[in-house]
């Protein structure tokens, strides 16, 4: 029997494309013989790996996981919209967003961290199912938040499952309020993010050359209607403070109401929890998006399969 160095293991996966444990287990079961370990791999369907991580993945499941004042939020793609309503697939994106509550936003140490419930990492247990399922899949990105003395709270729009859906969103409040009413809050700032899609928190965080770029815009509009220097410079500081209505998470108008400014109704709600509340973050997932996906013209598909 020849000895399962680590070498021999590392050797079968550049061939295969199979999970390290899962080349550990084909060397394991044929005695250490390379070629013998390749046809077990490819009886059991784990070889076939490698041949679909070059396929477009932008399907999938945004899955969120929230522990006391810590939430996590994933994004694990898919090829096809059918794969997101696999159990298998469904357990694996859970099983990444609670591994990412303690190992963080980074995706090479997600991968790295042990599948929970399994002998293998994340990444061998995402190559696992890409082999069960038949499909390509990826973790795309991951982000985690913290708040001390407070709540993180989480929000998926028609959630497929618990903690599972298309779009998601976190939001961390910094208070020593009552609890219940920083949950309600944080629930309604979590339902107005995924239907109004702030692009930061307050204006001084929002990026600097977005805001120029639309400060030189409306600058030349208004530089159109012939007005003085003076004038001009007072229209475009009034639509600076639209655009910011438009797209900061404070400024905006809160959806839940659909009058009442969200940094208003934070303060409200500060009022009824018996502290200051905080908004210090929030991330939202939306699956997919910035993926170029391919468009299928499925009528010329048919009609080539028919020849």
Request: proline share 2%; aromatic share 4%.
């Amino acid at each position: 029997m020849a000895e399962i160095t680590a070498a021999l293991v590392k050797d079968l996966r550049e061939k295969t494309g199979a999970g390290m444990m899962d080349c550990k287990k084909a060397l394991g079961e044929t005695g250490g013989d390379l070629d013998a370990a390749i046809d077990w791999l490819r009886k059991k369907g784990l070889s076939a790996a490698s041949k679909k991580a070059g396929r477009v993945a932008a399907e999938g499941l945004v899955a969120v996981a929230v522990k006391d004042n810590v939430g996590a939020i994933v994004e694990v793609n898919s090829e096809t919209d059918f794969v997101g309503r696999n159990p298998q697939f469904q357990a694996l994106a859970s099983g990444v967003a609670a591994v990412a509550l303690s190992a963080g936003d980074d995706v090479a140490t997600i991968e790295a961290a042990a599948f929970p419930g399994s002998s293998r990492n994340v990444k061998d247990e995402v190559t696992h199912a890409i082999a069960t399922i038949g499909e390509n899949m990826t973790l795309r990105r991951a982000k985690k938040l913290t708040v001390d003395g407070g709540v993180v709270v989480s929000y998926v729009h028609s959630a497929l499952a618990d903690g599972l859906g298309k779009l998601g969103v976190l939001v961390a409040l910094k208070s020593t309020g009552k609890r219940e009413v920083l949950e309600q809050i944080g629930k309604q700032l979590a339902m107005h993010i995924a239907a109004a899609n702030p692009q930061s928190l307050s204006p001084k965080d929002l990026d600097q050359t977005l805001v120029e770029r639309e400060r030189q815009v409306l600058t030349d509009q208004a530089a159109a209607s012939g007005k003085p220097a003076e004038i001009i410079a007072k229209m475009v500081e009034g639509r600076i403070r639209k655009f910011y209505q438009e797209v900061v998470l404070l400024e905006q108008t809160f959806v839940i109401d659909g009058e009442t400014q969200v940094g208003k109704a934070v303060e409200k709600a500060a009022k009824d929890a018996g502290a200051p509340i905080e908004v210090t973050g929030f991330v939202r997932f939306q699956l997919g998006e910035g993926i170029e996906k391919k468009a299928d013209d499925f009528a010329a598909e048919v009609a080539k399969m028919a020849g």
